[in-house]
């Protein structure tokens, strides 16, 4: 798969719903149900990030769920890639770019949304044919503001900021025409799964789900 087509897929996953919620889970138990309460409140995109031995069947378990579409993140090396797709994710995250990422995940067809936090590190995207990326550390880059001055010269790569991002600062972001969605952990606070709230991690899937772009 191309970084073009990777690129095209990946913006219209990000284009499903405002946020993303970046997941770190340990334990699978809980994969169907925090996936289940997260869909039904509105946001169907899922980072699962590859942070914890169980993150492999947390993916295994989301990716059963009906309207969902499960990702990995923290996907660094080509054995990632390979076991992410394994697992049933359908896309990759990564906190950057490097060639032996990108070139691991257009050999396997897994459309990877590449990080990037600098006009350079924008500019080696863009050399590499990927228009679509994640923004990341987006509030310790420099936040909207910095994204905004980004996609003046560089108007034609889309993002997914993340890192920081929360109900507060969202909305500057959103409403910036460089960004297609946000990633965030806030939706699905520790607290509330580990007590099984998932009535109220659907509550705050609803009201991101509801943020305006
Ligand atoms: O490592 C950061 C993740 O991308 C999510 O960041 P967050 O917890 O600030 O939302
Ligand atoms: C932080 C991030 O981008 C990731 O874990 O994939």
Redesign the pocket.
């Known amino acids: 798969m191309t970084p073009k087509e990777m690129s095209v897929q990946t913006l219209e996953m990000c284009r499903l719903a405002p946020v993303i919620p970046?997941l770190v889970v340990d334990d699978a138990a809980v994969a169907v149900p925090l996936a289940e309460a997260l869909v039904a409140g509105g946001l169907p995109v899922l980072e699962v990030t590859l942070r914890t031995p169980q993150a492999l069947d947390v993916i295994r378990g989301m990716a059963g769920v009906a309207g969902g579409v499960v990702g990995a993140g923290t996907v660094l090396t080509e054995a990632d890639v390979i076991a992410a797709k394994e697992a049933g994710a359908q896309f990759a995250v990564s906190p950057g770019a490097t060639d032996a990422l990108c070139a691991a995940c257009e050999k396997h067809d897994l459309p990877l949304l590449p990080g990037a936090a600098t006009a350079t590190e924008v500019m080696g995207l863009i050399e590499r044919g990927y228009t679509t990326g994640k923004f990341?550390p987006a509030e310790a880059a420099g936040g909207a503001k910095a994204l905004k001055a980004i996609g003046a010269p560089l108007p034609q790569v889309t993002f997914c900021p993340?890192?920081?991002?929360s109900p507060s600062n969202a909305a500057d972001y959103l409403s910036l025409s460089n960004v297609a969605c946000v990633?965030?952990?806030?939706v699905a606070p520790g607290d509330k799964v580990k007590t099984g709230d998932w009535a109220g991690i659907e509550a705050l899937a609803r009201d991101a789900a509801a943020l305006p772009r």
């Open positions: 970046v990341f993340t890192g920081g991002v990633g965030g952990s806030w």
